[in-house]
């Protein structure tokens, strides 16, 4: 079955960073297109980020030069590195994982739980 955890959420400070961890098992990072979405109370799910098999990424426009996305297919898990977080940030964030790296939601089939992110200011 598979699964994919998410961890390194928490409560930061504005200006501060984060790394987010997506564990995967029974699944293969390398394989697949994986993404970061989140969701803020009251809004819809938005694209964070995303890196394809081929390791090209892309990023939320308002969100380049801050969030990067990587992978380390040892350890098979993807990374989201945050920082200068602002309170606007604040959302569950969630991984997901599909056969083409796309920009919406329905490209991917498999999603984690999420981690909360509060950005406090």
């Known amino acids: 079955q598979v699964q994919l955890v998410e961890s390194g959420g928490g409560l930061v400070q504005a200006g501060g960073s984060l790394r987010l961890s997506c564990a995967a098992s029974?699944?293969?990072?390398?394989?697949?297109?994986m993404a970061w979405f989140r969701q803020a109370p009251g809004k819809e799910r938005e694209f964070v980020a995303r890196i394809s098999r081929s390791d090209t990424t892309a990023y939320a426009d308002s969100l380049k030069g801050r969030f990067t996305i990587s992978r380390d297919s040892p350890r098979n898990t993807v990374y989201l590195q945050m920082n200068s977080l602002k309170p606007e940030d604040t959302a569950i964030y969630s991984c997901a994982a599909g056969t083409v790296a796309g920009t919406t939601p329905n490209w991917y089939r498999y999603w984690g739980q999420g981690t909360q992110v509060t950005v406090s200011s």
């Open positions: 029974s699944l293969l990072v390398r394989d697949y297109g």
